[in-house]
């Protein structure tokens, strides 16, 4: 108990001194922005994978990725401020699609939290999958990962995201540029890859863009 409030007290502390701190320079007020986000992102994740034999046991393994969003788009608004206003929400569960959405910035994750509807998976690189907490949660709610520029891979993702949409009624997230598409002193869109379009095609189902 002595050691949960102590945790608790340095939680605190670190909020407090980090946010009157980054009042004054620029950087640190960086680098206490990143490190709550991997809060925010660790702890929705975490929680994500120790309510996750619930949900198997309800028959409900398709919500993990949908609670783990929108846990992490709470844990955002409280310890970064950001707010997100969805438009034209009765869109995102009228039937499984496709979504895509640009990719600029590791704060796009934010947005992705606020809109994921139940029932869809994401695209991520592969070497995510590995990683502690974040890769497990990644691996738990059935998300696809690929390996750039390998196109056995990326023809084992086809087939997968087919499956998912057509078998489980489930929808399918794409970065469709692959990568973050921000340049400062360039276009912030980089060139489509085609999977997103081509698995639409072929699954016979919608593309819904989300700006």
Not at 163 to 181: A, Y
Not at 192 to 200: D, E, N, P, S, Y
Request: proline share 5%; aromatic share 14%; hydrophobic share 50%.
């Amino acid at each position: 108990m002595v050691s949960v409030l102590n945790g608790v007290l340095y939680f605190v502390g670190f909020e407090v001194s980090g946010w009157f701190l980054g009042k004054f320079n620029a950087k640190l007020n960086f680098g206490f922005r990143t490190v709550n986000y991997m809060i925010c992102l660790l702890i929705a994740a975490s929680i994500s994978i120790c309510i996750s034999p619930v949900l198997f046991v309800l028959d409900r393994r398709d919500d993990v990725n949908f609670v783990t969003a929108r846990l992490f788009y709470l844990f955002s608004r409280v310890l970064l401020g950001y707010t997100v206003e969805v438009e034209n929400a009765e869109y995102l569960d009228k039937q499984p699609c496709v979504f895509i959405g640009n990719h600029q910035s590791a704060l796009d994750l934010v947005w992705l939290g606020a809109t994921l509807p139940k029932h869809a998976v994401t695209i991520a690189k592969y070497s995510i999958k590995f990683v502690p907490i974040l890769g497990w949660f990644m691996v738990i709610g059935e998300n696809i990962f690929i390996k750039r520029g390998n196109k056995k891979s990326a023809h084992h993702l086809f087939e997968q995201a087919s499956k998912i949409i057509n078998r489980k009624n489930l929808s399918v997230f794409f970065f469709p540029e692959g990568t973050r598409g921000f340049h400062p002193n360039g276009p912030d869109l980089l060139p489509f890859k085609k999977g997103a379009f081509l698995l639409a095609k072929s699954a016979k189902v919608p593309i819904v863009p989300i700006v």
